[in-house]
């Protein structure tokens, strides 16, 4: 009967001691920052404070956005060259057996980038070779840039130095805009489109110079990655 008796408590010790360890709970996270960072770059962020409350889980991105990804283990957030300029905000969801807990992040995507390459005139120049072109975007809205070529007796034509201004919608890859030489009072309209290839991105389009004949000159230039 003693023996009975000892059996029987010491389950009942086992069992209190069991329930004082309480149910496991949602996770809480955050991170230490929003991203900024610049078109065509890539990177990615510390991995955030997080309390899993005694029951590891995951993370994951509830809506996507082209050219980022999370380490479901880790929470740690990436983005390649391909994640379109502007602001953006990502809701980042970390979830265990107990339930789940979400907190958003903020993305800043700057353009500011330089493209060079060449371009070809719309109005055939017999002899001239060697067309020249470079665009450099702000994040203020504003373009630089030049052109030159070689003309049929072997000199150099310029650089053209240029202004303009440019615009687009968060996540758009085209740009409309305004070029504005120097040597001339025309005032140009450019349409212009990004293209990704690999990890290289080009912008190719077409401008005209304002003469009474349309021009379309076309160009296609290559994005300048910092050394």
Not at 205 to 211: I, M, R
Request: proline share 4%; aromatic share 12%; glycine share 10%.
């Amino acid at each position: 009967m003693k023996k009975t008796i000892l059996i029987i408590l010491t389950c009942v010790v086992i069992a209190c001691s069991n329930d004082d360890n309480g149910p496991a709970t949602a996770p809480v996270f955050e991170y230490a920052n929003d991203i900024t960072t610049s078109a065509f770059t890539m990177g990615n962020t510390t991995a955030p404070n997080v309390n899993w409350n005694g029951n590891r889980g995951s993370f994951s991105i509830e809506n996507t956005l082209q050219g980022v990804s999370i380490d479901k283990n880790s929470g740690v957030i990436s983005w390649d060259t391909s994640l379109p300029w502007g602001n953006y905000t990502l809701k980042i969801v970390a979830t265990n057996m107990a339930g789940s807990y979400d907190a958003s992040v903020e993305i800043h995507n700057t353009l500011n980038a330089t493209f060079k390459g060449t371009y070809s005139p719309g109005i055939s120049q017999e002899g001239n070779s060697s067309y020249e072109m470079e665009l450099v975007f702000t994040e203020e809205g504003i373009i630089t840039g030049y052109t030159q070529y070689i003309d049929s007796d072997g000199v150099q034509q310029g650089p053209f130095d240029f202004t303009g201004e440019w615009y687009g919608d968060n996540g758009s890859i085209n740009f409309t805009g305004f070029l504005e030489f120097e040597t001339s009072t025309n005032t140009n309209n450019y349409n212009a489109t990004l293209e990704y290839i690999g990890d290289d991105v080009f912008l190719t389009g077409t401008y005209d110079l304002g003469l009474p004949i349309p021009t379309n000159n076309t160009f296609e230039l290559k994005y300048e990655k910092s050394p």
